[in-house]
């Protein structure tokens, strides 16, 4: 609290929308991949920036991190409103939760982690890289940043783990269940790369490359979803994009690939 006092939050205050289990997948995908960071912190210290009208995504994280990677971990809600602040007050439950007034300096705090999911897409997209570059300069050494959207419900999301030189890989995630089309997750990429799905950008590559794996894999629907889903990725994976983890992730939905597979050309 102290630190946000001495502070100047930077940003503006998003719309603020947020519903229960909405972060979700990237929340479990947090606990898979960047575990070892948070075992390995002498502080493990989390920031959730942006959290919106009510607390409830913080506070989900928290518990997903302390059931899954390790107990003492703590998060800090930043919001630049203080109506939001004083609104999660009720929930906060120190040391593992607390919430205080900050924006993109991160209220001075040293995070080994910093989750920001629906904040950057309201801004221009050229404000992007200095965002990203303010929040990793406060990171503490070998933080990393997870920043990206989803939509009201969190069956379409994407998102980008950054670290101090920059992003570092892309992660598409869908509810199997309700994907009618990959091309679908092409309006939740994250704002660096949501207007660069066009012709001759590496991004709309992919997606159509996805979209007609996804069609070449329609024997496989018989199986279910997820089977077609693997069957799609596999086929992504032999025609030559560099599809990263293994096929245990694949079948929670999500496609993750190097930034320098879909980083704009222009």
């Keep these: 609290m102290s630190g946000a006092a001495r502070h100047r939050p930077l940003g503006v205050v998003t719309r603020g929308t947020t519903n229960p289990n909405r972060l979700r997948r990237v929340d479990n995908w947090i606990v898979a991949t960047c575990a ?33 990677v390790r107990r003492d971990v703590r998060l800090v809600g930043l919001e630049i409103d203080p109506a939001r602040v004083a609104a999660a007050a009720p929930a906060a439950d120190p040391p593992g939760l607390t919430f205080a007034r900050g924006g993109f300096e991160l209220a001075g705090l040293r995070p080994v982690l910093v989750r920001a999911f629906n904040v950057l897409r309201q801004y221009d997209e050229r404000e992007v890289p200095d965002a990203w570059r303010t929040m990793t300069a406060a990171l503490a050494p070998g933080g990393v940043l997870v920043e990206g959207t989803c939509d009201e419900l969190g069956r379409l999301a994407g998102w980008l783990l950054i670290d101090a030189d920059g992003p570092r890989t892309l992660t598409l995630a869908a509810k199997l269940t309700t994907l009618g089309s990959p091309a679908e997750l092409a309006e939740r990429l994250p704002k660096a790369l949501i207007h660069r799905n066009v012709p001759g950008e590496p991004v709309h590559e992919l997606i159509s490359a996805l979209e007609g794996a996804w069609h070449s894999a329609a024997p496989y629907a018989t199986f279910g979803p997820r089977q077609r889903w693997l069957r799609a990725v596999t086929h992504l994976r032999d025609t030559g994009w560099p599809i990263l983890d293994r096929p245990h992730r694949w079948r929670q939905g999500e496609l993750t690939l190097p930034w320098p597979s879909v980083a704009p050309r222009t």
Excluded: S
């Design 36 to 68: 070892d960071r948070l075992r390995a912190a002498v502080d493990p210290l989390v920031v959730d920036l942006g959290y919106g009208a009510t607390p409830v995504t913080a506070v989900e994280l928290r518990a997903r991190l302390a059931a899954g």
